[in-house]
Each structure stands twice: as structure tokens, then as C-alpha cells.
């Protein structure tokens, strides 16, 4: 089943390299695609002019397939009074670090949802595939895609999620387990998280929907992604394990932070940018269990001043503010260049 | 390396019947037994009395080994305070049912920790396995039992709980993960709950801790015991799974909810008995999604108030407030006898 997921994607082994937006580089994508599996960018974070010069890039680096992530969240449901409540909660923290919160936030992303000029650019540069996060586009930007021979995946937690991709002619369900790092998928933040794991997930999915499934949380090695084919799925994307690759665009901070001896924990937070996301246990996680995730704006409205507070703390030398992203699988991270660490997984796995 | 721990506990297969107390049963645990599984029994929440009648009976139906399960929780800190508000929050639900909650609460479960009598009548009785959940004992009770041929297992849900088993002179570790149906193992209720999935937490442990390894959680068919035995697992553990064998206590509401066609949703909830424990989703984990953890009295003090009111509930045909426990993979259930079930999972697992 998975060769068929290969030969939809043109690529050699079923192992994807995940988005991740910040951390993904096009140096890391074509690493991965040339060494036969499938790279990604995670463009959702920023303009359309900076999603075309990194899909040129890639396609200057790598001849083979690659995958362009967007986001597609709902517009943030503004709240004025609860904005202005999370700044003043966080000024103690920046006064802290002698600064000051920004005093108005701001919708810092565009959802690809109804963006026109993204939509025209990709249908234009035609990477072989596209990817969705937090939701799905209506039928008709699938089906221009679809024209233009590009390969569709959409992340799903639930199998309701799953059932709405399937219906709007999507081509492939990235199903992500409650172990992925970085932000959650679910298409509405303020429903109950079913917390499935990849593995009860991936099981789930392939009982009751026919499209290939991507298992996506927790994987980390050979061994693990032939359990996650064992269990029917049809390839496997792992994001954490390729975090100390050279090619990714990790900060010192971060690296250092992944390399330490100590035993990581992470934790599953809304208050760095306003959605649920794993991330290694850090002060801004802390702040907020204790703030509570109603007490938080909603995403990326947060982000804003998450950013802000990064960007801040880190001039200081601190780095526990900072957005790192980790999945349950962390503890068993290795540091080696991108098309190793892709040979090494094949090799593992029996592939 | 899974034959050893087979061999260690003189099972022929590596799966072991979760103990689920008030669900398992002296036919279940024979059943599993005798079919050459690890048949179970959860005596934690009843009397040494209970307990002995319990063991006996199950010897009773099978010449083969089983496992006693027993509940290892520190005593509860109890809050007054906090007690009569939980009472008094839940005075309009007892009242829409016609009734009253009780005017105090009870600490209505005795822990195996300092129960000399309980230890005696093991010692006495020798079940081939014992087993430990949110705790493990001091190592001079490990090695009573160890002296009298005892094989001890314990349930970690974190690396720290396992280096603590391990330490203790226990023979192996069950690696609960995040999925699993029921009460958390966690040894300490009030810690940050690493949220561990069983796929995460078995590749974690399989790295840091040399004894053997069940994992438990989310896993219902072959295919998923085959994977988790990839990743290094030396047996499984499955409880959700055996729900519907006609030998499972499992009362008649909650095997038509499980029978019901709808898809359904757990949630790790501490509002039915004081701990975290995933349950289908239900009115009791509604309430506890709107009162929020610190709301709800400790382990198992909050117990005592769930039961009357699950019990008064359920006189009016309710449902809604029963511990309906269950893993995640719960809508992979099937129904059939156990010994049936484990031929199943023997067969698809290739075993």
C-alpha cells in the first residue's frame, strides 16, 4: 500500500520530512528529497513573495518532488479586554528583561484560506506537493491544484477532521498524533482535543477512510516507522528528529537546549502562540499552566507578543521564552546531516 | 527477548489481560490463562477478604499463571474546604436525579502500601504475578514476594517512575502511555503529567531501563501488538479490549454505550474518582471540564461521591455520571468470549 503513496509523490522511501515553519529551510527539503524521501518548507509564516524565493531555491537544490506547507486557520476571534489582560500579565516579564510589551497585538499570519496571491503563486511554481495545517481549503483551490498535478495532503487529529479532507479531494491525511511537536493541527482550536495518539489515531483513520495516511508524532528511528507501517500507515513524517540536522535553521539556543544531557519533557501549550502546541518545557509553558488556556488570545494573535517576549529574553541569553517546538520523541534525537540521518531511518526500518 | 519475560512469567504468549478493577473477573483472568495469555485481577478496590475470594476462585479455573493487581496511592491530602464545595457543586445534579449527595466524604479505598494483611494473604495465596499501580512498594515487600516465586510488575508512565521501579527490586515495568483506558499510573497525582503516548514511552524506556517491558495503551488488534513489539516491547498489555468478553464484569450500560454505533471521543478527566483517568466522554467528564482539576477533592475521596452519584444516576436509567472507562482505541472494540479474543490477537499478530 504505501509503494502507492511513493508513486504519488515520486518519491523513493515513505518518510517525510515535516514543515516546520522557522526550522525548515530549503537546504534541509532538498537534502531530504534528494536522498529519497519527500522535504518540506513551512512557508505559513510568512509573505508570498518569501514562499517563491524558497520554493526556487529548493527547486535550484533538488530536481525531485518537495512539499509546501500552508497554513489554514480561521480568522483569530479578537478579544480586547483579554488582550489587553495577557500584555499586562506579561509586563512584569519583559520589565524583567528591561523592556516593555508591544501595546496593541496583531494577526501576524495570513491563512492561506482565501488567499489569492499564495494560491496563484503556487499553482504558478507548481511544487509537487502542498500541505495543509489547521484546516483545509474549499474544493475548488484542491482542484486547481489537483490541475496543475500537485499532490494535496491535509493534517487531520480526528477522524472528523479526516472525513472533511476526504471530502474536499484531498489526495493524502497527514494524521498527527498528541505526541507531534509543534503546533497541533485541529481545524477549531476551542474543541475537545481528542488527544489521540499516532498510533490510536493511524488505526482509527484507516478503518474508516480509504485515502493513504501519513503517521506523523512520535517517530523518531527505523524501528518506530516500521511499527507505524506495521499498523497501516502508508508513510510516516517525522519533524524533531531532523532538528539538529545542519540544514535546519534551529538557533544555537535551541540546538544547545536539545543537546543537553538532561532528559526533556515537553508539554503541550497555548501560550506562546495562542494554539495548542508541544514544546519543550520552558518558562513561557509554565506561565501558561498557570495562567490557564482561556486566559490566552487566540492564535496568531498571542504569537505576537510570544515573539516579542523570545526576541526580548533572548538578547538577555535566555532562552525560556523561545518556541522550542518538540515532540514526545525528543529524548531520542540524533544530530547528523540531513541525507544521513534519511539513509539511516530507510536502513532501520528495513525499507 | 519478549520469550524471556514469556518465560519468566510461564505465559505462551506475550499478552497480558489489563486488571481493571470492578471489570475483571476470576472467569476473565482464568480465560486469558488458560488460552495462554496473562489472565488479571484488580483487587485494589476491595478487601483482603474480597481479594483472597477472588484468587481462590480464579485458581479455581485454571492451573496457569495470573496476576493480582494492586492500587499503591499515597494517602489522600484531604481539604475540608474543598470537599464541601465539591458536595455542595454537585448537590443540583443529585437533586435533578431526586436525591442528596453524601454530607462527607471517605478515603474508601485502603492502599497496598504499609497493608500488612494484604501482603500476608499474597504471601499466603501466591498468585504467579503481582502487579503495582500509582506506586511501587519498599523493597522489602518486593523481595517477600520475590522469596515466594512472586514475579513483580509495576506501571510506570515516565522514565522517573521506572528508574524508582527499578530500583526497587521489581521485576518488570508496564509502560502505560497517554492512551490508556482508566486510571493513570502516575505515582505522584499533583506532577506535570509528561502525557507520555505508549509508542513514546516504550522507545524512552527500551533506551534508559534494562528490565523487561510491557506497554500498555491503546493497543486492540494483532497488528498493533506486532507493532509495539518492534519498537521493543517484550509484551503487551490490553484492557479496553476485553470490555465486551461476556466474562468481563463490564454492566449493561456501559456495554451498550460501547456497542453503540456512534464514534466514540475519551477524555482524561479527574472529576469521577479524584485522579486522572480516561473515560469515555460523558456528563461526569463534562463537569470536570468546567470546574476544572483543582476543584475536585484527592483520590479517592472524590471516588466516593462519583459512585453515589453514578449509583443514583443510574436508578433513573443514567448513564451519563458512570466510570465508563476506556483507552483510546476503543472504536476498534469487538465482542467475543476471551479465550477467542486472545486466539485473535495471537494469530493477527503473528506470534
Same mark, same amino acid.
Given at each position: 500500500m504505501f509503494r502507492s503513496l511513493t508513486q504519488l509523490l515520486a518519491i523513493e522511501s515513505p518518510v517525510i520530512q515535516a514543515p516546520m515553519a522557522g526550522v525548515s529551510t530549503p537546504e534541509l527539503a532538498a537534502a531530504v528529497s534528494n536522498a529519497g524521501g519527500l522535504g518540506s518548507l513551512g512557508? *505559513?509564516? *510568512?509573505s508570498v513573495e518569501q514562499a517563491r524565493t524558497a520554493i526556487l531555491k529548493t527547486r535550484g537544490l533538488t530536481s525531485r518532488s518537495f512539499n509546501v506547507n500552508l497554513f489554514c486557520h480561521d480568522a483569530a476571534l479578537r478579544d480586547e479586554e483579554l488582550e489587553k489582560t495577557w500584555i499586562e500579565s506579561l509586563r512584569p516579564v519583559f520589565a524583567g528583561f528591561g523592556g516593555s510589551p508591544p501595546e496593541t497585538l496583531t494577526e501576524i499570519y495570513q491563512s492561506f484560506i482565501g488567499h489569492e496571491a499564495m494560491l496563484a503563486m503556487l499553482l504558478e511554481t507548481t511544487p509537487a506537493a502542498v500541505s495543509f495545517h489547521f484546516g483545509v481549503p474549499e474544493r475548488n483551490v484542491i482542484q486547481a491544484l489537483r490541475e496543475r498535478g500537485i499532490v494535496t495532503l491535509a493534517t487531520a487529529t480526528c477522524l472528523d477532521e479526516a472525513a472533511l479532507i476526504a471530502e474536499r479531494g484531498v489526495d493524502v491525511i497527514v494524521a498527527q498524533g498528541y505526541e507531534a511537536g509543534g503546533h497541533r493541527g485541529m481545524f477549531d482550536p476551542l474543541a475537545l482535543d481528542t488527544q489521540l495518539s499516532t498510533f490510536a489515531l493511524v488505526q482509527l483513520l484507516k478503518k474508516h477512510v480509504s485515502l493513504p495516511i501519513v503517521a506523523a508524532g512520535g517517530i523518531m528511528d527505523g524501528a518506530g516507522i516500521h511499527a507505524m507501517l506495521t499498523i497501516g500507515a502508508d508513510a510516516v513524517q517525522l519533524g524533531t528528529a531532523f532538528l539538529l540536522c545542519p540544514e535546519s535553521a534551529t538557533d544555537e539556543g535551541y540546538r544547545d537546549r536539545l543537546k543537553s544531557s538532561h532528559m526533556h519533557q515537553t508539554d503541550m501549550t497555548h501560550a506562546i502562540s495562542g494554539r495548542a502546541a508541544r514544546s519543550l518545557d520552558n518558562d513561557f509553558c509554565r506561565a501558561g499552566r498557570s495562567a490557564g488556556k482561556d486566559a490566552v488570545p487566540a492564535y496568531p494573535v498571542a504569537y505576537d507578543i510570544g515573539k516579542a517576549l523570545a526576541a526580548l529574553a533572548k538578547t538577555h541569553g535566555h532562552q525560556g521564552y523561545s518556541a522550542h517546538w518538540a515532540g514526545q520523541g525528543v529524548n531520542l534525537i540524533r544530530e547528523m546531516p540531513a541525507a544521513e540521518l534519511l539513509q539511516t531511518l530507510v536502513r532501520e526500518a528495513g525499507l
Open positions: 512557508v *505559513g509564516a *510568512g
